[in-house]
């Protein structure tokens, strides 16, 4: 089994990490978060999301964030649309990407946005062809790939469905996210296993979550299997909405680490990095969630 030479680093601190957590920060704050971690060498970041404040109060003024980055060239910056609204919105803000999502299990997908994965899979639809007219390229995230809250077991074949059909509609890459984080090692691979017989390697991307302490070691076991792309979160940022107190996205630190052992290129200045998610830890008046960050801030 031979490891990639380098690793894209998707960085997801910014929208899915602060989304999960409980403060809300200002913009300035979430505008100098994304600039700093870039700062960093981090070329692929999630800006903000345009849902409903209502419904995810930390995602309001999500275009004022866009609004006060600095944009480098080189570097996507992706915003989260859910609907056809949320697109819409996020067109005003001109994001390099905007990324979509549904899940493996139609439980999932009732409890969250209530209707089924099909459904979703019609509502997106129409977002696809939006972005397309206006050329730009659209990243599918499929939950619960390794298990859900509500159902339980997920059959490795319904991942495999959903994540053709985003491709089908038109997503550039899919994103496999263990919601929950109950997935290990063996399962995630063979995950993979399956998915890579009908889809290209070059197509699928990973997001793991730590709830359960595996995800490094998942992630690790898909790098195995030609896996070059994995979503992250500086300092760990992102509780888990379905275990209370329990942890949510791996820390970036802490793959960035990994890879560094691997011999593995990201591109990213592990110090820096770790100042940036010690900084936004306290910003946040919450630990750093990173075990490498605090480690070598320790020092
Ligand atoms: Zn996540």
């Known amino acids: 089994m031979t490891l990639p030479k380098s690793v894209r680093i998707v960085e997801v601190g910014a929208r899915d990490g602060l ?8 913009v300035a704050t979430k505008a100098q978060l994304v600039n700093e971690l870039v700062a960093t060498g981090i070329e692929h970041i999630e800006v903000g999301s ?6 995810v109060p930390q995602m309001a003024a999500s275009d004022e964030v866009f609004e006060q980055i600095l944009r480098r060239s080189g570097v996507c910056y992706s915003a989260l649309t859910p609907n056809m609204r949320g697109l819409e919105s996020a067109l005003e803000c001109n994001p390099d990407e905007v990324a979509v999502f549904t899940a493996a299990s139609d439980a999932f997908t009732q409890k969250n946005i209530n209707c089924t994965v099909d459904e979703s899979l019609e509502r997106i639809k129409d977002v696809m062809a939006v972005a397309e007219e206006n050329d730009i390229k659209v990243r599918g995230y499929v939950s619960t790939v390794m298990g859900c809250p509500y159902q339980g077991e997920v059959d490795p074949e319904k991942v495999l469905e959903v994540a053709q059909k985003l491709l089908a509609l038109g997503c550039y890459e899919i994103s496999l996210g263990d919601t929950i984080g109950v997935g290990t090692p063996e399962k995630a691979a063979d995950l993979i296993k399956l998915l890579k017989k009908h889809i290209p390697l070059s197509k699928l991307a990973v997001h793991f979550h730590d709830t359960y302490g595996q995800a490094l070691a998942n992630i690790y076991a898909c790098l195995q299997q030609g896996i070059s792309v994995v979503d992250s979160s500086v300092a760990g940022l992102g509780g888990c909405p379905y275990a209370a107190g329990a942890s949510g996205n791996v820390a970036t630190e802490d793959v960035v680490y990994m890879m560094q052992g691997l011999g593995i290129e990201t591109g990213i200045d592990l110090t820096e990095l770790s100042k940036v998610g010690q900084w936004i830890s306290d910003e946040l008046g919450r630990p750093n969630g990173s075990k490498t960050g605090r480690a070598l801030l320790s020092k």
């Not at 989304?19 to 200002?26: A, F, G, V």
């Not at 345009?50 to 419904?55: A, D, G, L, Q, T």
Request: net charge neutral; hydrophobic share 35%; no cysteine.
């Open 19 to 26: 989304q999960n957590e409980k403060q809300i920060i200002e």
């Open 50 to 55: 345009f849902v409903s404040p209502k419904w």
